[in-house]
């Protein structure tokens, strides 16, 4: 069993940058696939970026490559979402999942999710 906890959540301006955390229990880690996702009002939940167990290989949505950086630290249990040049399309809840393998993570195959961070961009 992992529980996933996201914190780093808040209100920025457009163009502003915000760094998300996603804390993780469990011993098991290290073997799980990780993934951000997001929900807008309104919307479905679409995939963010996924990072495989190791770390070695990244996968993004069209919409968030060259703007977001996904990264992990295995030894905290603890992956990360560093969003720089933030648009108010970016506004969402963002949900930190635990998966088998890295480039599924966007068709599915999710194990864990946490109840998500509230991100919001003002124009």
């Known amino acids: 069993q992992v529980q996933l906890v996201e914190s780093g959540g808040g209100l920025v301006q457009a163009g502003g940058s915000l760094r998300l955390s996603c804390e993780a229990s469990?011993?098991?880690?290290?073997?799980?696939?990780m993934g951000w996702f997001r929900q807008a009002p309104g919307k479905e939940r679409e995939f963010v970026a996924a990072?495989?167990?190791?770390?070695?290989?990244?996968y993004y949505a069209d919409s968030v490559k060259g703007r977001f950086i996904i990264s992990r630290d295995n030894a905290k249990n603890a992956v990360y979402l560093q969003m720089i040049s933030l648009k108010p399309e970016d506004t969402a809840v963002y949900y930190c999942?635990?998966?088998?393998?890295?480039?599924?993570?966007?068709?599915?195959?999710?194990?864990?999710w946490g109840k998500g961070t509230l991100v919001t961009v003002s124009s």
């Open positions: 999942a635990a998966g088998s393998v890295a480039r599924r993570l966007s068709e599915g195959g999710i194990n864990y």
């Open positions: 990072i495989s167990s190791s770390g070695v290989a990244t």
């Open positions: 469990g011993r098991t880690f290290s073997s799980y696939a």
